[in-house]
């Protein structure tokens, strides 16, 4: 038997088969119908096995589970097998453990691990379909394809499956069902190495071959990020499992407004459930709209209180506390948020909970005894210390003291000069001082130092379009930073707005309605509004900033729009 010496990130996996499986030692006792043969053959396998001999117990054993077809022996086997360093003999149990039990989701399992750890990725795609297949429900098979990076251990996964998968797809003998499945997996991997157009259309040929099949919904889903024309490929379901999932979708890519409308549908149909409250609360507060979020929030911990008592009923009681507090800060009724925030008693949540209560201060005017406050935070360590500074920094930007701000960002930059958070955050400061050479600086060395933060690349190029600079460079930029960070309304409200200085008005308004749609802030709407002005649509332009200015009438972007329109 050949021992595949290469085989050292087997050894978990050994260890978890010859769990499944009691050691000779604590071998079961044989059942009454056991015959003598087959357990002296079985007594014998182990003996082998003590005595050093592995080959000779994988033989015997395999053996035995080839003629009792019992799915304990074939996994004792592929153990004794992978113990020994032998993967090609492990690999020959779980192809008999399959051809005995097709349906056997742990035999599929265990032979993809296995492939995937010897590098035989060609061998593969069937058995992934094979595994998909064991699973009848949508949900269940977006957690499989989630689990693909973990099971397959393949850095060029679509190199590696792409071919194989493509063959199970065109094969007009498979069925519809299969070939569909074969197109989701080619998207998934897709979705991965974030080819958003490679994706859609796998997940559209999904829909072709097997119209009945469900999975290229739920597909769509991970996929509207990178790809806003998934939108085409999602279902208007009352299916709560779905709406859950497509609401949780939209709040990750923080189009909060539609998120807010899914979840509102979620708690007519689901009143009882706490979790949709807590949600709609924390959205309405996202949205600035403190008052509707004080009510979700109340109801919520009015729900919560008819739960069970534990941890989780804790953290959750916790949570809703901080949001109330938020909200009735931003309501201006600051005896309230202190009550709401004494409410909380989690221990885990003690450096949020003092920050809290020091930006509580701040907002009443006490702004030295808030820094005080943000300076004793607790916990010790760099990151902790870092955390004080940035926490001491945003207190002083919420109180418009920019220039302090900026100062104590500049002396933690002195300590950590690479640290991407600092540099970000700093850059951000003397973009407010208009300190313009230094910030872009700062987020060239952001970018250098991480070419994946899109934060980064759509602030300099929304610099650059803002002060109608280097267009195609602002171009280049803010591309780059949706293709990273995929279509988050924020990105979009800078690349709409790039086109309105680049002269390109339709494009501009397209951009700008769907990041308003999304994401009803002051600054989007105030940038629709001077789009929607220029093409002469002024009616609706005056709506827009009447609503922007309900939210934050103090607004810079808001002020600067209205006095280059000639409003006041």
């Not at 209180?305 to 309501?331: C, D, I, K, N």
Request: aromatic share 4%; hydrophobic share 45%; with cysteine.
């Amino acid at each position: 038997m050949p021992l595949i010496r290469r085989l050292a990130p087997l050894v978990p996996l050994a260890a978890a088969l010859a769990l499944a499986l009691p050691a000779a030692a604590q071998t079961q006792a044989p059942s009454s119908d056991m015959d003598a043969p087959l357990f002296y053959q079985l007594l014998m396998g182990e003996l082998q096995l003590q005595a050093g001999e592995p080959a000779v117990a994988f033989q015997l054993l395999l053996d035995a589970a080839r003629r009792t077809a019992d799915e304990a022996l074939f996994r004792r086997a592929a153990g004794v097998a992978l113990q020994a360093r032998d993967g090609q003999s492990a690999l020959q149990a779980l192809k008999a453990w399959r051809a005995a039990h097709p349906r056997s989701m742990e035999a599929i399992q265990t032979q993809l691990q296995l492939q995937g750890a010897l590098g035989r990725g060609e061998e593969m795609p069937a058995g992934i379909l094979d595994w998909l297949q064991g699973s009848t429900d949508a949900p269940s098979r977006m957690q499989q394809l989630q689990a693909l990076p973990r099971l397959l251990r393949q850095g060029n996964a679509m190199d590696s499956f792409e071919p194989g998968l493509a063959r199970e797809r065109d094969n007009a003998a498979n069925p519809a069902e299969r070939r569909a499945l074969a197109a989701c997996t080619i998207a998934q991997l897709a979705l991965l190495d974030r080819n958003g157009v490679l994706a859609l259309n796998q997940l559209r040929q999904a829909r072709q071959l097997d119209p009945q099949q469900a999975l290229p919904h739920w597909l769509a889903l991970d996929l509207l990020r990178l790809n806003p024309a998934a939108e085409d490929l999602l279902l208007p379901t009352p299916d709560p499992a779905y709406q859950l999932a497509h609401a949780r979708t939209l709040a990750r890519d923080q189009r909060s407004a539609e998120a807010l409308a899914l979840f509102q549908q979620l708690q007519k149909s689901q009143p009882e459930e706490p979790a949709h409250s807590m949600a709609i609360g924390a959205l309405l507060l996202d949205l600035r709209r403190p008052a509707e979020a004080e009510t979700a929030l109340r109801q919520h911990l009015s729900q919560l209180a008819q739960q069970p008592a534990g941890p989780a009923r804790e953290s959750t009681h916790a949570g809703a506390h901080l949001l109330l507090a938020q909200a009735l800060e931003q309501q201006k009724n600051f005896s309230g948020a202190q009550a709401a925030l004494d409410a909380v008693q989690d221990e885990q949540r003690a450096f949020e909970l003092a920050y809290r209560r020091a930006a509580l201060l701040a907002r009443q005017g006490q702004l030295e005894p808030a820094r005080a406050m943000v300076r004793a935070l607790p916990g010790e360590g760099q990151d902790i210390a870092r955390r004080r500074l940035l926490a001491e920094a945003q207190i002083l930007r919420d109180a418009g003291q920019w220039a302090n701000s900026h100062q104590i960002l500049q002396q933690a930059l002195a300590a950590e000069p690479d640290n991407t958070d600092l540099l970000y955050e700093s850059a951000m400061s003397a973009e407010r001082l208009k300190q313009h050479d230094q910030m872009e600086q700062l987020l060239r060395r952001v970018i250098e130092l991480d070419p994946r933060h899109h934060h980064a690349r759509n602030a300099l190029g929304y610099s650059l379009a803002d002060r109608n600079l280097r267009l195609p460079e602002a171009r280049e930029l803010l591309e780059a930073a949706i293709e990273l960070g995929g279509h988050e309304p924020a990105l979009v409200d800078s690349l709409g707005w790039l086109a309105f200085r680049e002269g390109q008005l339709e494009e501009a308004e397209q951009l700008l309605r769907r990041a308003h749609r999304a994401r009803p802030e002051v600054e989007i709407g105030a940038h629709l509004a001077e789009v929607l002005w220029a093409r002469g649509q002024q009616d609706e332009a005056r709506a827009l900033l009447q609503q922007a200015a309900s939210q934050d009438a103090d607004n810079e972007v808001l002020r600067d729009t209205r006095r280059r329109l000639g409003l006041k």
